[in-house]
């Protein structure tokens, strides 16, 4: 299936829980990159901070009139909740979830996948910057 465009997500907290961010790339399908950015949370859970990536990463998306999209995570709790493999018994992350899972509802077509930490770096970056306050 063609989608509009690829979401990479990641979340970051310094400490567990700590101050958190979280980094979101959209690129589109030949790689060009249409939006970065970071967001400082507060303080989070690591998890936490993956779901508000994801949470951020997907607004971003329907915002600009994806209907269709592929996403990217090195959080395999994340990717695995999402796809319903794994089920999410922590209260607060339910919210997230709920949220998350309400958002993806806005697609016509959407894909979670999760990939090697290596292959999410820019994310990555940009969360941890998030969650030092640097952007």
């Known amino acids: 299936m063609q989608v509009d465009g690829i979401l990479f997500v990641d979340g970051a907290s310094l400490g ?3 101050e958190g961010g979280c980094g979101i790339i959209l ?3 030949e790689g060009r ?5 970071g967001e ?3 303080r ?3 998890n936490q901070a993956e779901y508000r990536a994801l949470i951020r990463g997907l607004e971003e998306a329907y915002r600009r009139g994806w209907k269709t999209i592929l996403v990217f995570t090195d959080s395999e709790l994340l990717a695995r909740q999402i796809n319903g493999n794994y089920k999410v018994k922590d209260q607060k992350l339910q919210v997230l979830y709920e949220k998350a899972k309400a ?7 959407w894909e979670i996948k999760h990939i ?3 292959e999410n770096r820019e994310a990555d970056k940009l969360a941890k910057k998030a ?5």
Do not use: C, H, W
């Open 116 to 118: 090697d930490r290596e």
């Open 131 to 135: 969650a030092q306050r640097k952007i």
């Open 103 to 109: 958002l993806l509802g806005r697609f016509s077509y």
């Open 44 to 46: 989070v859970t690591n």
């Open 16 to 18: 567990n829980p700590g």
């Open 40 to 42: 400082y949370l507060g």
């Open 27 to 29: 690129k589109d399908m």
């Open 33 to 37: 990159l249409i939006y970065f950015g």
